[in-house]
């Protein structure tokens, strides 16, 4: 049985500068032309994808600190399946999930014409590059098992 509470390695002392040029990227996208609220969104959808429960946990909490609501929170993983998010954000949870999704095939054109009425070019790039980064931490929050210690929640 595995501690769930201690990592494998401690990566980011490691290998430091790997884990900066992580927290560079992710403060350049804090500037990028996308909503806050959005990126979030598209973390923590692509966290659950992922399994990874340190970067679900964490981008949560940060949705509900900017004010996100318990019920779309709730069903960010069924999203396809409510109408509780609007379609600049179906449109984006849809790229971000065919993008974590690509190991079981290239991304078609019909899918990166989904977002071209609800983002412009430098967007979908930004939107495209939070995707990436997410899968990233969640590979080494997953592989260096990173833990959920438990927390009270912040109020908004």
Not at 38 to 58: F, H, P, T, W
Request: hydrophobic share 45%.
């Amino acid at each position: 049985m595995s501690d769930k509470t201690t990592p494998r390695l401690p990566w980011y002392q490691l290998a430091p500068k790997p884990f900066q040029g992580l927290l560079n990227a992710e403060a350049g996208l804090a500037n990028s032309s996308l909503d806050k609220k959005l990126l979030e969104l598209v973390k923590l959808r692509v966290s659950q994808i992922n399994g990874c429960a340190y970067c679900a946990d964490m981008h949560a909490r940060d949705l509900l600190k900017h004010g996100e609501d318990l019920q779309r929170l709730n069903s960010l993983a069924t999203w396809h399946e409510v109408s509780l998010f609007d379609a600049r954000e179906c449109a984006a949870l849809r790229w971000a999930e065919c993008l974590t999704r690509i190991a079981t095939g290239h991304v078609p054109d019909e899918e990166f014409e989904l977002l071209r009425p609800h983002f412009e070019d430098r967007e979908i790039a930004e939107l495209s590059v939070a995707v990436a980064l997410i899968n990233a931490w969640n590979r080494m929050g997953v592989g260096m098992r990173m833990p959920v210690v438990p927390k009270p929640l912040q109020p908004a």
